[in-house]
């Protein structure tokens, strides 16, 4: 939606990198027909960065310290400090901008009850007519969009609910629906349904990571003010780090990624694994039993009532892991428990609806914001290929606790000053050498000092009927970023 991309060339960014102006196109509409300009641009960035909100996306606009309008159609947004990241506000997956006529009443604690939340207004090539939460929604093609001619179906029918390998059937095996999407189904699954001869599964290795996330906080003991998984109760053992590496020691990546993931994944040994300039050579996993149980006893944890799990001073080494429910992820769940109860954690497995657990509903305790559990599974990776944004989950301010409405990414409770400098020096490093130094030093520092646990490297799987042409998969974007050129064959 931007006339031109911003530069020194053209006057655009300013040379140290301390601000950017862009120039929007003219010619965009609202799908109910509204001009998209400026003021939405302003106003998003007014809506997110209002903590009352509690935008998941707010981390991203820390760096701005002014978003003004110089016309209708050309804003100037203001950093704090020189940014080598000045294209991410406002761009891409996580820079979505809001329709400010719809929005601009629920500028605050009742953002959740705009109507616009469930029947949202874009700029793409087909606009939402109909939808059921939880069922199903009905787009047609939008008159409005800028470039009309080019969009091939007259109406678009997405259905929700259900579960991946049904998903996948539908297009591969039944020929029931045209494309489905993020398919985190096992590789023999998927392999037998694309032999019925319907669709093609199609897979792309991006950013995405699916890791096992150590709750630093003690999720089982409330604070004065009963808040759970509170910063104010440190874990019982997660908060020593030879217990964390046992817990790593203890899982067998490369069945998890060979039985499981087949070529839709890869073990890994790190957190940042796209794009490859970025990828640490300093981490490395292994699968050691015996050395897992020997770092617990000289932490102190033995069984000393015969019942199986370790304890210490009373305290019993017994963990709650929870994930979404995939029958993937409880297959990896089963793995991960049988490691751990070898070495004498006990485990108690808990799945969740997807649609609870990351809904990042503030009133909801079964969130992976809330992370109310010890260990917890899920997949995440940078948006785009500047991984800054990505990288600052693991800082102290995005910490999601009672006192911020439980907003932020950093729901494994990690806090480390040095970690905070390393990152705040990547946000001002103009050098592009210095600057990937330091996101390899912020990766080591969250692997090797085991407060992250990296799983597999997942590649983006979907499925498209041999029906649709010019499905494509992008790391950097929404699956359906380019439907707009989408087309039935024959």
Known sequence: MAAEIPSLENGGLAADGSAVTWKLRQDVKWSDGTPFTAGDVLFTYEFVSNPDVGSTNAGIYSSVASVANIDDYTLKITFKEPTPAWYLPFVGAEGMILPRH???????????????????????????????????AIFEANPEFREADSVAFRRVDLKGGGDATSAARAVLQTGDADYAYNLQVEAPVLKELESAG???????FGALM??????????????????????????????????????????????????LYGPTGKATANFLVAPEQFVSPNTRYEFNLEKAAALLEEAGWQDSNGNGTRDQNGQEMQVVFQTSVNPLRQKTQEIIKQGLQ?????????????????SSDP?????IERFEADLQMYTTGNLNPDPGIYMKTFTCSEIPQKANNWTGDNASRFCDPEY?????????????????????????KLVNGYHAIPLVHRAEVIAASHRIINVDVSPWDVRTWNIKAWQREG
């Open 363 to 367: 009133a909801n305790s079964d969130t």
């Open 198 to 204: 319907q669709g093609r599964v199609i897979s792309s």
């Open 342 to 358: 070898t070495i004498g954690i006990g485990v108690e497995l808990k799945s969740i609806d997807a649609s609870i657990y990351f």
């Open 210 to 259: 699916e890791r096992l996330v150590i709750n630093h906080s003690d999720p089982n003991r409330p604070a004065a003010d009963g808040e759970r998984s509170s910063l104010k109760q440190p874990h019982p053992f997660f908060s020593d780090r030879r217990v964390r590496e046992a817990l790593s020691l203890a899982i067998d990546r490369d069945t998890i990624a060979e039985q």
């Open 420 to 444: 905070d400098a390393l990152w705040q020096q990547s946000t001002q490093e103009l050098d592009p050498e210095k600057r990937r130094q330091l996101f390899i030093a912020m990766n080591d």
């Open 102 to 136: 719809l929005y601009q009443d629920y500028n605050g604690a009742n953002a959740r009850q705009a109507p616009a939340n469930l029947m949202p207004v874009g700029t793409g090539p087909y606009r939402l007519v109909e939808f059921k939460p939880g069922d199903a």
